[in-house]
């Protein structure tokens, strides 16, 4: 069984929302009654996990989804989320959509990760697929180990 994350929910941070192919999971840190008032009254379970440093414990939040017999998660993230997972290593497959468009250096980041002091202490990756999209290029990427 697999299931999404995305950020959000109506704009009521501090929520993420974990959907089961219909079935919504809502999880949260901190006591956003309001937001917990939504979520639950449209059907969904609601979750409350710790905060990591950076937001919601990406670990947590993935173990209690195992906990519910989901297999695989489809992550759509800002540069704050997909970080998280990247800094965790939960990420085993990146699929980034690239636009032939130079948008200079205060052009929000992908990945809100610090810069490596070295080249070589950079994450690397491996292409798995490259495909064109009209004037778009879809890549799937792979952690290397």
């Not at 950020?7 to 956003?32: C, F, H, I, T």
């Not at 969904?44 to 990591?52: D, I, K, L």
């Not at 990756?125 to 180990?145: I, Q, S, Y």
């Amino acid at each position: 069984m697999g299931g999404g994350l995305g950020s959000g929910l109506a704009g009521k941070p501090p929520w993420r929302v974990v959907d089961r192919g219909g079935e919504g999971v809502a999880v949260r840190a901190g006591d956003d009654e309001e937001g917990a008032a939504v979520v639950l009254g449209a059907g969904a379970e609601g979750e409350r996990v710790s905060r990591a440093e950076s937001g919601l414990d990406v670990a947590v939040i993935l173990e209690r989804v195992a906990a519910r017999n989901v297999n695989d998660v489809l992550v759509e993230a800002g540069p704050g989320l997909a970080a998280a997972f990247i800094a965790g290593n939960f990420a085993d497959e990146i699929v980034a959509y690239v636009a032939p468009k130079i948008l200079g250096d205060d052009a929000m980041s992908a990945f809100a990760l610090p810069a490596p002091a070295k080249l070589g202490l950079a994450r690397e990756f491996e292409f798995v697929d490259v495909r064109r999209l009209g004037t778009d290029l879809r890549l799937t990427l792979a952690p290397r180990h």
